[in-house]
């Protein structure tokens, strides 16, 4: 499953990084995300973009296309 997959209010643990994503990869992860952050979405926009999560104690917008490479499970 990937961020781009989940809802708001659903909360997720980050797993890794999906196979074509290695030129969002470097920026993911220097925003916090690495493997075994945990996240909450917090809001969509309104035509689905970006997606607004909580990791780490701050808020952070990404773009679908951004939030199609993380990999993440379900909490």
């Known amino acids: ?3 781009k997959d989940l809802k708001v209010g659903d ?3 980050v797993t890794g990084f999906m196979e074509g994503g290695g030129t ?3 920026k993911l ?3 916090g995300l690495t493997p075994g952050a945990e996240l ?3 809001r969509l926009a309104p035509m689905g973009d970006p997606v607004e999560i909580r990791v780490r104690g ?3 917008s990404v773009r679908r296309a951004e939030a199609a490479t993380l990999a993440v499970e379900v909490l």
Do not use: P
């Open 29 to 31: 992860l220097s925003m």
């Open 40 to 42: 909450a979405v917090t």
């Open 1 to 3: 499953m990937t961020l």
């Open 24 to 26: 969002y990869r470097r």
């Open 58 to 60: 701050f808020a952070l």
């Open 11 to 13: 909360r997720a643990k």
